[in-house]
């Protein structure tokens, strides 16, 4: 259940005015209250029966009061403990969905089914970000319309910003499984490689006609180069999410729809055998070495800043993989170039019904 707990701590300053001698000394006291949400689980369900005594809140080391606890289910406050003061927390909840894709999956059809007409209530946000620009459904858009035109229109828009935004990328996927596939018939053909490699369709031998082993082999090791900068998630983009989440009021879930990657990379068999066929030209031999270098080159992040910003923005993230089955092409393997994104991922589905 994506119910959670929201504490109230009270936190307590001295402010103290210094005048010439003989003045008096005056004494004010601040109060500020923080919002604490918490989930707590165990195994893979929530946990509701807490009270306030079953936490501790600490800042820098140095325990805090908590003044109240309550138990939110959706935007209402199913439970409540409050030491002496009432508190009113923010309960409106605001949904942000990124979609990282390159087709429409089915798959993607259910999920929206299941968040518009299971989890959406009226007067929640929600912020779409697909491939090509971000969109904002107000409450009153949500209030105004029936659950299945929202439905109609959002399956709409991403499926038309999937095929528009990640035309480069897939377009890019062709041409690389074509030169891979035409590099594995030249190895065939010169009985290099020992096996039966798949032959290439006729728009694929048209469009490789012409073209010499070294045009081709620089061909895709910029293909290779073009989609990692199509593809690539910028850390410092993350942080200035992470700050502006921070800023926005009441209950706070991201998703993630992120589509794995199957890049087609050229068998290293092939590779090698290219590399003794073609010993006099050294222009071949640096390609060939950029490539295996290229393919065991590690993207990292630094996770723990990430998991820091993330975690002060009090937000709730979840990951939802996708995918297409991966093709079997002889002589090129389809490798999985997933991101990783172990600093903020909580997997779990969407919330269940009811929740």
């Known amino acids: 259940m994506m119910r959670k707990f929201i504490l109230s701590a009270a936190a307590f300053f001295a402010l103290s005015a ?14 500020v209250n923080v919002e604490v949400p918490v989930r707590v689980f165990r195994g893979g369900e929530f946990v509701a029966d807490l009270s306030i ?3 501790e809140l600490l800042e820098d080391g140095v325990p805090q009061r908590i003044e109240a606890a309550y138990l939110i289910n959706k935007r209402a406050i199913t439970r409540r403990e409050e030491e002496a003061n009432k508190f009113l927390p923010q ?9 990282e894709i390159s087709d429409y999956l089915p798959k993607i059809d259910e999920a929206l089914d299941y968040f518009i007409h299971e989890v959406i209530v009226p007067g929640d946000n929600i912020v ?22 929202i439905l109609r229109q959002f ?14 990328y897939r ?6 499984e074509m030169l891979a596939k035409s590099m594995s018939q030249t190895m065939a053909s010169q009985s290099l490689a020992g096996e039966n490699f798949m032959q290439l369709d006729e728009y694929s031998t048209g469009v490789m006609a012409g073209r010499s082993i070294d045009e081709q ?10 989609l990692e900068d199509i593809r690539w998630v910028d850390q410092s983009r993350l942080i200035e999410f992470s700050d502006y989440l921070k800023n926005q009021e009441g209950q706070k879930y991201v998703y993630l729809f992120y589509q794995k990657e199957f890049i087609p990379r050229i068998d290293s068999r092939i590779l090698n055998q290219y590399m003794d066929l073609f010993q006099d030209r050294p222009d071949i031999q640096q390609t060939v070495a950029g490539l295996f270098e290229f393919y065991h080159r590690q993207i990292t992040f630094n996770v723990d800043e990430i998991k820091r910003a993330f975690a002060d923005s009090s937000i709730s993230s979840h990951f939802l993989f996708i995918s297409s089955p991966k093709k079997e092409i002889i002589g ?6 997933r991101m990783t994104f172990s600093a903020l991922s909580i997997r779990s589905p969407l919330p269940p019904a009811g929740s």
Request: proline letters at 1%; charged letters at 20%; hydrophobic letters at 40%.
């Open 91 to 99: 309960t409106s909840r605001n949904f942000y969905l990124f979609f």
């Open 18 to 31: 210094f005048g010439q001698q003989g003045q008096q000394i005056q004494e004010s006291s601040l109060v």
């Open 171 to 176: 377009n890019a996927i062709q041409e690389m």
């Open 53 to 55: 005594n079953d936490f």
């Open 128 to 149: 779409v970000v697909t491939p090509v620009k971000t969109y904002r459904m107000t409450r009153e858009a949500l209030q105004a319309k029936s659950k299945a035109e």
């Open 155 to 168: 399956k709409a828009l991403l499926h038309r910003d999937a095929l528009t935004g990640a035309a480069e």
């Open 332 to 337: 090129v393997q389809m490798e999985n170039r």
């Open 217 to 226: 082999l620089q061909i895709y090791a910029n293909l290779l180069y073009n």
